[in-house]
């Protein structure tokens, strides 16, 4: 790990409980505070990104928008729907 540039992890906590996926998180948020490695993440769940230093909304390959989690949120668009939707289904 410490000689990548590039981290990418596609869907890395899908099919993990609650707990392991909170130690991933753990762990990569150790990685990029101790090295310079970009990390990309591509996820569904967007709880297991809101302390992202950047998310990017992608649509159809197309980058739709780009900001912090409360920044998205505050612009109503497609994040902002996903997110209370996602919140809505955690809920019920």
Do not use: C
Not at 2 to 21: Q, Y
Not at 30 to 42: A, L, M, P, Q, S
Not at 56 to 68: A, M
């Amino acid at each position: 790990v410490s000689k990548a540039e590039i981290l990418i992890f596609d869907e890395p906590t899908s099919n993990l409980d609650a707990e392991s996926e909170e130690l991933f998180k753990q762990v990569l948020t150790r990685i990029h505070k101790e090295t310079n490695i970009t990390i990309i993440i591509v996820v569904h769940r967007l709880a297991s990104i809101i302390n992202a230093d950047q998310i990017v909304v992608l649509n159809q390959g197309t980058v739709e928008d780009i900001g912090e989690h409360a920044e998205l949120l505050k612009k109503k668009g497609w994040y902002s729907k996903a997110w209370k939707m996602q919140n809505l289904s955690n809920h019920l």
